[in-house]
């Protein structure tokens, strides 16, 4: 079957298989808007009775997810506005263009369960067509059609009549049936292979907190000491760094609150014997001592000095483009906290251990009160000392040491008394090599995964082209053609119109009869001076 798509995204067929019938959705199904509610109306707490009220956020991958929902008293809430097996909740507006037109199926009926008024419901005027016409709203083809209607400036939104006039290929019922259960038996094997797929990230995870585990135990490079068995041990090389720090006048006491106590309780015995443990400020320059950084950068400014926020590395990635600038007068106040290259920033407010290393681009930047600077000693590895940080027992023990209500931290006395298990320099940079060699490995799979991951997406898609296009089960000339199907539908919504017409006019009937009423009690009252 070949389609044409017009200028409004409306399907226009070239060629139809055998059978087949193309259809406007007020032919299909009826629209059901949601409840309306004010905010003081709606509780999160259930109640015998309350009515749920579905919204957008709870339509997620054709399913509902009855997570986070409000509750309303039933007098808000039409019984045509509760939920039947075979319906369709379709979200009709969001700030989100991914959100707006997502189509979630009922698969049973809820007496208890609504939909808010940012949501609609696709009432199917026949029940035995609405798992194809669900499918169809999971095509690409009825994403570009929501796409092109439903795009805003500040939010997107959906209109009854988009839906109403959208058109859908229709085939044979017997047709149809076959249809979707191909589609549900080969969906069915693409998402066992997808929940097979979703533990990888969470094992790569594992694999790499297992790595950076061994690496900092030593159980990484047992094998290198044993071929290098005369490398002069770690110990000297601290008596170095702390010598450089005796030369420069010792550490300087400051401001900085005392070490939590318990925290920093790593002993020696626990890595090899030819490694030896420091504190974070002993391997940091003397001249440059861990620091945070301003206070209030001001107004941003075109020109000026970056500074680094801890909201520039997410997930330890220096996003280079969100750096902003203060002034240079700001910058002149805080020269202790200045950046060269190679340097280490440690988050210590809000989200505290985020790390990233600076780029020559932001040499001579500055850095806020929210993050710490490390600049390693050149005798010390900076990149091993990066990788050690990130290990979750150093995580877990500056988590430890976290304080404060509103804005939770980690002191820079904490943050300067961390332990750093320190190994012979050549040790490091092997440690360092086999560690990246390693996450290299589990960034291939990682890879994998995701290419892996995005070609099932893709094999849905073709899976519902196919089915859409009539090619994906076999046609059978004994089935009988959609027209008669549409012509049973036809017959049934006029059935639905007249009983709804009917209905209407009993309810104006009762009502006129209930004025009589009223206006004859309210004359005799007045002849028997009642009132």
């Excluded at 189509?103 to 007496?111: A, F, P």
């Excluded at 001001?298 to 330890?316: H, L, N």
């Excluded at 988590?399 to 980690?410: E, N, P, Y």
Aim: hydrophobic share 40%; glycine share 6%.
């Amino acid at each position: 079957m070949i389609y044409l798509i017009d200028s409004n995204w409306k399907l226009k067929s070239l060629t139809l298989p055998f059978g087949w019938e193309l259809v406007q959705g007020n032919k299909l199904f009826f629209i059901i808007r949601g409840v309306s509610y004010k905010k003081q109306d709606a509780t999160y707490e259930s109640a015998s009775s309350n009515i749920a009220i579905l919204r957008a956020g709870n339509l997620q991958n054709g399913q509902i997810i009855f997570d986070d929902l409000v509750f309303v008293p039933q007098h808000l809430v039409d019984i045509s506005q509760l939920l039947c097996a075979g319906d369709l909740v379709v979200a009709m507006s969001s700030g989100s263009a991914s959100v707006v037109g997502k189509v979630s199926s009922v698969e049973k009926d809820y007496n208890t369960v609504s939909f808010g008024a940012f949501c609609a419901l696709i009432r199917p005027i026949e029940a035995s067509i609405s798992r194809w016409i669900s499918h169809y709203f999971q095509t690409k083809h009825y994403r570009n059609y929501i796409s092109s209607v439903a795009a805003g400036v500040n939010i997107n939104n959906l209109r009854p009549s988009h839906l109403l006039e959208m058109q859908i290929p229709l085939p044979p019922l017997n047709e149809q049936r076959r249809i979707v259960t191909k589609i549900e038996v080969l969906k069915a094997r693409s998402q066992r292979v997808k929940d097979a797929l979703e533990d990888i990230p969470q094992l790569l995870d594992q694999f790499r907190q297992s790595v950076l585990a061994a690496a900092f135990r030593g159980d990484l490079t047992a094998d290198w000491r044993e071929q290098n068995p005369d490398v002069e041990p770690a110990i000297y090389l601290i008596k170095k760094a702390l010598d450089a720090h005796n030369i420069a006048g010792g550490h300087k006491r400051g401001n900085a609150a005392p070490p939590t106590d318990g925290v920093h309780n790593l002993t020696s015995d626990l890595f090899p014997n030819t490694w030896h443990m420091a504190e974070l400020r002993d391997i940091c320059e003397p001249s440059r001592p861990i620091t945070y950084g301003i206070l209030k950068p001001g107004p941003e400014m075109q020109e000026g000095v970056p500074y680094i926020r801890v909201a520039d590395f997410p997930k330890d990635k220096l996003n280079l483009a969100g750096i902003r600038k203060t002034s240079h007068q700001i910058d002149a106040q805080y020269t202790r906290s200045k950046l060269k290259t190679g340097d280490i920033l440690l988050s210590i407010r809000g989200t505290v251990g985020r790390l990233c290393k600076i780029p020559n681009s932001l040499n001579e930047a500055n850095i806020t009160q929210d993050s710490a600077r490390l600049s390693i000693q050149s005798i010390i590895n900076t990149d091993y000392v990066l990788w050690i940080l990130r290990s979750k027992p150093t995580q877990q023990r500056m988590q430890k040491a976290i304080k404060g209500v509103a804005v939770r931290g980690i002191n820079i006395g904490d943050v300067r008394a961390l332990q750093i298990p320190i190994p012979p320099y050549s040790e490091q940079c092997e440690i360092v090599k086999r560690i990246k060699e390693l996450f290299k490995l589990a960034k291939q799979i990682e890879q994998k995964y995701q290419e892996t991951k995005y070609n099932l997406d893709q094999l849905d898609q073709s899976i519902l082209a196919k089915a859409f296009r009539g090619e994906l089960v076999l046609q059978d000339p004994n089935d009988e053609p959609a027209s008669v199907l549409l012509e049973r539908i036809r017959t049934e919504s006029a059935k639905l119109e007249t009983k709804t017409a009917k209905k209407s006019k009993a309810k104006t009937s009762s009502r006129s009869t209930k004025k009589v009423q009223v206006q004859a009690e309210e004359s005799v009252q007045l002849e028997l001076g009642l009132e």
